[in-house]
């Protein structure tokens, strides 16, 4: 099974902020990675998929980078709508979700 | 608007079953992979299940195999999961999400619902 690792699990910051949280899979998966946004009590959003592909209607303060085994996603301006949990997700060979990074205000 | 609202979930003790439920619209079901994922209280999200759009193919995580049973009704636009032999550990919100690509199982997820909160306990 593929394991995803995201750090830090924790981040605070403020508006204004460039964020940057990084996944690392247990093995390589080329660019089959997702990232989504969740707040709390609703549903995850896609943010990213296959490793930098902004999904349409996603503001361009986010974007996504990394391939194998080492991604990241970057906010580039961290605004008030942006404090959340954020996860990544491989979809090289079945899905496996990483922890969960939280977006908190600093 | 693709829409996916589950229903199902409640309380139930330990050893018991429900049957989970996800209504589909605005979009041709029948062409999608359709997948759960589960929450449990204040933890991350974890895959449970899917299933090809024809119903032909399943997959179940190993912590939920030989327990659950996932389905679909095409002609109903809508996808099931049977939860047997539930565990309390089993307690968590339950999405159903649409997998991305035409034909494929295995995208990623592009619509989730809004979930559906399962409780085992006694």
């Known amino acids: 099974d593929i394991q995803m690792t995201q750090s830090p699990s924790t981040l605070s910051a403020s508006v204004g902020d460039r964020v940057t949280i990084t996944c690392r899979a247990s093995q390589s998966i080329s660019s089959w990675l997702a990232w989504y946004q969740q707040k709390p009590g609703k549903a995850p959003k896609l943010l990213i998929y296959?490793?930098?592909s902004l999904e349409s209607g996603v503001p361009s303060r986010f974007s996504g980078s990394g391939s194998g085994t080492e991604f990241t996603l970057t906010i580039s301006s961290l605004q008030p709508d942006d404090f959340a949990t954020y996860y990544c997700q491989q979809y090289n060979s079945l899905w496996t979700f990483g922890q969960g990074t939280k977006v908190e205000i600093k | 608007e693709v829409q996916l609202v589950e229903s199902g979930g409640g309380l139930v003790q330990p050893g018991g079953s429900l049957r989970l439920s996800c209504a589909a619209s605005?979009?041709?079901?029948?062409?999608?992979?359709m997948t759960w994922v589960r929450q449990a209280p204040g933890k991350g999200l974890e895959w449970v299940s899917a299933?090809?759009?024809?119903?032909?193919?399943?997959y179940y995580a190993d912590s939920v195999k030989g327990r659950f049973t996932i389905s679909r009704d095409n002609s109903k636009n809508t996808l099931h999961m049977q939860m047997n032999s539930l565990r309390v550990e089993d307690t968590a919100v339950y999405y159903c999400a649409k997998d991305s690509r035409v034909g494929a199982t295995g995208y990623y997820l592009d619509y989730w619902g809004q979930g559906t909160q399962v409780t085992v306990s006694s």
């Open positions: 299933i090809s759009g024809s119903g032909g193919s399943t």
């Open positions: 296959k490793a930098s």
């Open positions: 605005a979009f041709t079901f029948s062409n999608y992979a």
